[in-house]
């Protein structure tokens, strides 16, 4: 069974950082791309930041120049370094990866979120 297990959230105040981790955990044959998507209260799912296996990067606009995302292969973890957090950050933040089971069957699994809150 594959799982993507979280960690880092919490409460920070305004300015503040965080840094979120997720891991890839189980039996499976490769994790493709792997990113960081957030859903605010009363907002819609919307993507962070996400890596392929290569490196490549993609942020949103509104977290460029503040976040970092990047990732350890030979642990199949994904990391988001968030910097100059304001309260508009606030959100359950979600990890997801493309894994192959197999060399020709994959989808993506999500882990179950932490949350994050910046106060003002």
């Known amino acids: 069974q594959v799982q993507l297990v979280e960690s880092g959230g919490g409460l920070v105040q305004a300015g503040g950082s965080l840094r979120l981790s997720c891991a890839a955990l189980?039996?499976?044959?490769?994790?493709?791309?792997m990113g960081w998507y957030r859903q605010a209260p009363g907002k819609q799912r919307e993507l962070v930041a996400s890596?392929?296996?290569?490196?490549?990067?993609n942020y949103a606009d509104s977290v460029k120049g503040r976040f970092t995302i990047s990732r350890d292969n030979a642990k199949n973890t994904v990391y988001l370094q968030m910097n100059s957090l304001t309260p508009e950050d606030t959100a359950v933040y979600y990890c997801n990866a493309y894994i192959r089971l197999r060399a020709y069957d994959g989808m993506d699994y999500w882990g179950k979120g932490t949350l994050v809150t910046i106060s003002s």
């Open positions: 189980g039996r499976f044959f490769s994790v493709n791309a």
């Open positions: 890596i392929t296996s290569g490196g490549s990067t």
